[in-house]
Nanobody
C-alpha cells in the first residue's frame, strides 16, 4: 500500500509558475515509477508527466514539454512537478500516482488531487 498526498497547488496568472509536491508513505517509494495526471472539468483524466523509479527516465505529454519538469527526492519520499509558463489550458485538478506508465489505468495508487491548480 502506498499513500500519496499532494500539495502546492493554487491559482496563478497565465505565464506564472507553480510547484506541486506529492509526499509518499507506506511501501518503498523508490520501487515505484511516479506519474502526474490532470483533469479539467468535463474532461477525462490525462497524462502529464512521469518519472521512473530510478529517475533515469522521464516522460511528458506533448502539451507540457519544455514547460514542466518532474523530479523526485528519495530522501523525502516526494515527487515534484515544476510548472512554468502556465497556460489557461493547464488548469485542472492535478493528481499524483504510483506504479504505472502513461495510462491512468496502469496506476494502482492515487493522491486526493490538488484542487484548482493552474492559471486563474
Amino acid at each position: 500500500q502506498v499513500w500519496l498526498v499532494e500539495s502546492g497547488g493554487g491559482l496563478v496568472q497565465a505565464g506564472g509558475s507553480l510547484r506541486l509536491s506529492c509526499a509518499a508513505s507506506g511501501r518503498s517509494f523508490r520501487d515505484y515509477a511516479m506519474g502526474w495526471f490532470r483533469q479539467a472539468p468535463g474532461k477525462e483524466r490525462e497524462f502529464v508527466a512521469r518519472i521512473s523509479s530510478s529517475s533515469r527516465q522521464t516522460d511528458y505529454a506533448e502539451s507540457v514539454k519544455g514547460r514542466f519538469t518532474v523530479s523526485r527526492s528519495y530522501n523525502k519520499d516526494t515527487v515534484f512537478l515544476q510548472m512554468n509558463t502556465l497556460r489557461p489550458e493547464d488548469t485542472g485538478v492535478y493528481y499524483c500516482a504510483a506504479g504505472g506508465r502513461l495510462r491512468p489505468s496502469e496506476y494502482g495508487y492515487w493522491g486526493q488531487g490538488n484542487q484548482g491548480t493552474g492559471p486563474s
